[in-house]
C-alpha cells in the first residue's frame, strides 16, 4: 500500500512515499529506501512495495525534491545527447548534496518517530547508485539511529574527496552490507578494499564485495543493466539482513 505525502521542512515540503505491508495495522520496522540518480519513478514504487511486503514500513523520500515538480526524466535520452533530458538530469542532481542528504535523513528519521505504526528506535536504510553512499553516510552521521546499511552498485564510497563515505566508518555501528558493480570505474577494486579495510579497521560488522555479472544499476527493473537474477539475489540478502538487525 502506498502513501505520497510531503513531509515539512525549513526550506519547504519534502516529498516523500510511504509504503506499508497489504494487511495488518503494525507496527512495523522501519526501512528508508535510498533512490538512485535516474529520480523518483514507477520502479522505486515496485522496490518500495516489495520491501514493505517483506513486513516493514518503508518510506522513500525524494531527495530531489528541492527542484520543484518534475516527471520522471528520460535516461535513454540524456545518454543519447538530448539536450532537454540532459539539462533535467543536471537541474536534479544540482539541487542535492551531502549536507543537504544528512538534513533529508534527518528529517526522514523525525517523520518516522512521529508514525505509530513504524518502530522507529532501530531503522534500516538501502540505497542505490548514489543513494549507496547515503545510505553509509547516514549510519555514520546518525550512529544511533541506523542498524543496519545496505548499498547496491553505490559508487564513490571510498575515495580521496574529504566527504568520503568511508572515513566515517569508526562512527559506523549498523550492520553493513556493500554489493559493488562488475566493471564499474565509479567503485572499483581498489575502492572495494580500501572500504573493508575501512570497516574492520573500525570493528564494523560488515560484507563489502563486487558482485559478478552485476553491472551498475542493476536493481531496478526499468535500467539497461536490470539482472533479474542478480536482483533477486539483492532481495534474499538485504531482507536477510533487515530480518537480523530490525525484527
Given at each position: 500500500?502506498?502513501?505520497?505525502?510531503?513531509?515539512?521542512?525549513?526550506?519547504?515540503e519534502m516529498r516523500a512515499f510511504?509504503?506499508?505491508p497489504d494487511a495488518g495495522d503494525g507496527p512495523w520496522p522501519a526501512a528508508i529506501l535510498l533512490m538512485d540518480a535516474p529520480a523518483i519513478r514507477p520502479a522505486l514504487f515496485e522496490m518500495g512495495e516489495r520491501l514493505a511486503a517483506g513486513g516493514y514500513y518503508v518510506l522513500l523520500p525524494d531527495l530531489f525534491w528541492r527542484a520543484g515538480p518534475y516527471d520522471p526524466p528520460d535516461l535513454a535520452a540524456a545518454r543519447a545527447?538530448?539536450?532537454?533530458?540532459?539539462?533535467?538530469?543536471?537541474?536534479?542532481?544540482?539541487?542535492?548534496?551531502?549536507?543537504?542528504?544528512?538534513?533529508?535523513?534527518?528529517?526522514?528519521?523525525?517523520?518516522?518517530?512521529?508514525?505509530?505504526?513504524?518502530?522507529?528506535?532501530?531503522?534500516g536504510v538501502t540505497g542505490y547508485c548514489m543513494g549507496g553512499g547515503i545510505a553509509l553516510r547516514a549510519a555514520g552521521t546518525f550512529p544511533?539511529?541506523?542498524?543496519?546499511?545496505?548499498?547496491?552498485?553505490?559508487?564513490?564510497?571510498?575515495?580521496?574527496?574529504?566527504?568520503?563515505p568511508h572515513l566515517l566508518a569508526p562512527k559506523i555501528q549498523a550492520r553493513v552490507l556493500v554489493a559493488g558493480a562488475d566493471e564499474d570505474s565509479s567503485f572499483d577494486?581498489?575502492?572495494?578494499?580500501?572500504?573493508?579495510?575501512?570497516?574492520?579497521?573500525?570493528?564494523?560488522?560488515?560484507?563489502?564485495?563486487?558482485?559478478?555479472?552485476?553491472?551498475?544499476?542493476?536493481?531496478?527493473?526499468?535500467?539497461?543493466?536490470?539482472?533479474?537474477?542478480?536482483?533477486?539475489?539483492?532481495?534474499?540478502?538485504?531482507?536477510?539482513?533487515?530480518?537480523?538487525?530490525?525484527?
Open positions: 500500500m502506498r502513501q505520497d505525502l510531503g513531509i515539512p521542512t525549513a526550506e519547504g510511504v509504503f506499508t545527447g538530448n539536450a532537454e533530458a540532459a539539462a533535467l538530469f543536471g537541474k536534479l542532481r544540482n539541487s542535492t548534496g551531502v549536507g543537504k542528504q544528512m538534513d533529508d535523513v534527518k528529517t526522514c528519521l523525525a517523520f518516522l518517530d512521529r508514525q505509530s505504526r513504524a518502530k522507529s528506535h532501530k531503522v544511533s539511529r541506523i542498524a543496519a546499511a545496505a548499498s547496491f552498485h553505490g559508487g564513490n564510497l571510498a575515495t580521496d574527496d574529504k566527504a568520503s577494486a581498489a575502492q572495494c578494499k580500501r572500504l573493508d579495510a575501512a570497516l574492520k579497521d573500525a570493528r564494523v560488522e560488515a560484507e563489502v564485495a563486487i558482485w559478478k555479472n552485476c553491472r551498475h544499476g542493476w536493481v531496478p527493473t526499468d535500467m539497461p543493466v536490470y539482472n533479474a537474477q542478480g536482483a533477486e539475489l539483492h532481495w534474499q540478502v538485504l531482507l536477510k539482513l533487515f530480518g537480523e538487525t530490525l525484527k
